[in-house]
C-alpha cells in the first residue's frame, strides 16, 4: 500500500503486474492498469579466433544473444568506438592493422531493454621466414651453415635434407652427395 502522490516501485523481476489506485474522501473511486516488466536480453557471441596474423585479416563473429522476449532483437556491433553494422546476426569484420581490438555487441529487445557485451581479438604481424645459407655446394662431408635470420617468429621448424628439426639449426654436415633443398 502506497499513500501519496506520485507513487514509485522499482520491479526486480520481469512478468506482468496490475497496478491498482483507489482513492477516497465522501466518495470513492478506483482506477487500475497493467504493466510488463519486460526481460533484458543477454548479448553472447563467439570470435572464430582470438587472435588472427597478418596486416589485413578477418574476423567473423557468432551471435548466441537471446532476447529474451517476443519479437526480433536489434544488434549493434562495434570494433573500439565505431559503429559497423546494425541487425545483422553473424557479421564479418576486416582489422586493417596489428593491435588489440576491442569487439562489442548491443542487444536490444522491442521494449528498448539492452545488454552489451566485448572481447578482445589480437591481431599480431604476420611472422616473416628468412634464411641465410653459406656455401651450397662442395665435396661431402660438407659442413653446410645456415643462418636464421627470421621476425616475428616464437618457434623454428627446419626441414633439412629430409629430416627435420626444432629450434636452432647452425650447422648440417651432409655425408652423402644430395641435393640440398630448404623449404
Do not use: K
Amino acid at each position: 500500500n502506497y499513500t501519496g502522490s506520485p507513487a514509485t516501485h522499482s520491479f526486480s523481476v520481469p512478468g506482468t503486474y496490475n497496478i491498482r489506485l483507489n482513492v477516497s474522501g465522501v466518495c470513492a473511486n478506483d482506477s487500475s492498469t497493467t504493466v510488463e516488466i519486460a526481460p533484458t536480453p543477454t548479448s553472447n557471441f563467439t570470435l572464430d579466433a582470438d587472435s588472427l596474423c597478418g596486416g589485413r585479416s578477418v574476423i567473423t563473429l557468432t551471435n548466441n544473444s537471446t532476447s529474451n522476449t517476443t519479437g526480433s532483437p536489434a544488434y549493434l556491433w562495434y570494433v573500439g568506438d565505431t559503429l559497423q553494422t546494425t541487425n545483422v546476426p553473424n557479421p564479418s569484420f576486416q582489422l586493417d592493422s596489428t593491435g588489440t581490438f576491442t569487439i562489442g555487441l548491443e542487444t536490444e529487445n522491442i521494449f528498448g531493454c539492452r545488454d552489451t557485451l566485448e572481447q578482445n581479438v589480437t591481431l599480431l604481424p604476420q611472422p616473416v621466414a628468412n634464411l641465410q645459407v653459406g656455401d651450397t655446394a662442395d665435396c661431402v662431408p660438407f659442413g653446410v651453415g645456415f643462418t636464421d635470420l627470421s621476425t616475428g617468429n616464437s618457434s623454428r621448424h627446419w626441414e633439412i635434407g629430409g629430416l627435420y628439426f626444432s629450434g636452432t639449426v647452425e650447422i648440417f654436415t651432409y655425408t652423402a652427395p644430395e641435393i640440398m633443398e630448404t623449404v
